[in-house]
């Protein structure tokens, strides 16, 4: 079958109209805002559209797509993600949700961050109750380390951060951690990846799911949408359903800041690494100045 309209890369987009699990010819239309991926919107003669996610083993960010597959498809049975409807020779191919993608703002909007609350609670009790086969974990502070370890390579540190102290302070952070409870997270939670349809809220985009604290999911998405602390408090509240103790606080803190300094070690790497047109250099850039921020809040709270 040969697409109405085609993508930059004639192959490619040979490739996604050869899927199997079309009706007839179809019409495919690039999607923004892939970071990670290359994302298309697909229609066919059925009228129906989905969503084409275009990407492999990305083995630098720990991203693992038979991992994905396995927690999209156990999101979609826990209701909270759109339906997989094929997945192979890295594609994988999703019900379209038709709605609106939600931006930060929307996120701190406090009617919206109840329902967000929910969706983050759902996915945490829900989700592993479908999901079957291996699983990964996404602990923050050994992403860091392995990001450290990556960018020390020759030629790979093209920002030329200061890893070794960075690297202190991801120590120091763990250790303030303390002891945590288990759920299955999510792990990448952008404003982006929340759909809205009207009726209800859709949480997609599964690269990074795994075995986790709740603490982190919370932390990234305060930490990702620039959250003020009274805006920390309301999260906290909304998810633990009472107030939380100085312990829960503190680990929350150090959470903000892992998360931070995560997203701009990401940054980093895939500067040096990914082929995807996207500003990473900003991006890392923007990520290490919030960091510097919030670390300097931790450390008040630690009486340093």
């Known amino acids: 079958m040969t697409p109405k309209a085609a993508t930059s890369d004639p192959q490619l987009s040979a490739q996604i109209a050869a899927l199997p699990c079309w009706s007839g010819a179809v019409t495919i239309e690039p999607l923004a805002g892939g970071m990670t991926n290359r994302n298309f919107l697909v229609s066919d003669r059925s009228g129906a559209r989905h969503v084409v996610r275009v990407g492999r083993d990305l083995p630098e960010h720990g991203v693992l797509r038979f991992n994905e597959l396995a927690a ?8 909270i993600s759109p339906q997989v409807v094929y997945a192979g020779d890295g594609m994988l191919v999703s019900r379209f949700v038709e709605g609106r993608t939600l931006a930060a703002g929307d996120v701190r ?11 983050v609670r759902a ?7 479908h999901l079957r086969g291996p699983a990964l974990m996404f602990w923050v502070f050994q992403v860091i380390r392995n990001y450290a370890a990556l960018l020390d390579e020759p030629g790979s540190n093209r920002l030329g951060v200061a890893l070794a102290p960075l690297a202190a302070r991801a120590a120091l952070l763990e250790q303030a951690l303390g002891p945590v409870r288990i759920v299955f997270g999510h ?18 985009d599964w690269d990074y799911a795994g075995f986790n604290s709740p603490l982190f999911d919370l932390a990234n998405l305060a930490s990702n949408n620039a ?10 509240g909304a998810y633990f359903g009472a107030a939380v103790d100085a312990a829960c606080r503190r680990g929350f803190a150090a959470m903000k800041c892992a998360s931070l300094l995560r997203e701009a070690l990401w940054g980093c790497v895939s500067l040096a690494h990914s082929r995807i ?18 670390w300097q809040g931790f450390e008040r709270g630690r009486g340093a």
């Open 227 to 236: 959250f003020t602390s009274e805006l920390d408090e309301r999260l906290l």
């Open 277 to 294: 047109d996207f500003d990473y250099a900003g991006y890392a850039r923007d990520y290490l100045q919030r960091f510097d921020h919030a």
């Open 72 to 79: 999209a498809r156990a999101a979609h049975a826990a209701g």
């Open 187 to 204: 792990n990448d939670l952008l404003a982006a990846n929340f759909i809205d349809d009207g009726a209800r809220l859709w949480l997609i």
């Open 109 to 119: 909007d406090p009617g919206q961050l109840a329902r967000i609350v929910e969706l």
């Open 123 to 129: 996915c945490h009790e829900q989700v592993p109750l």
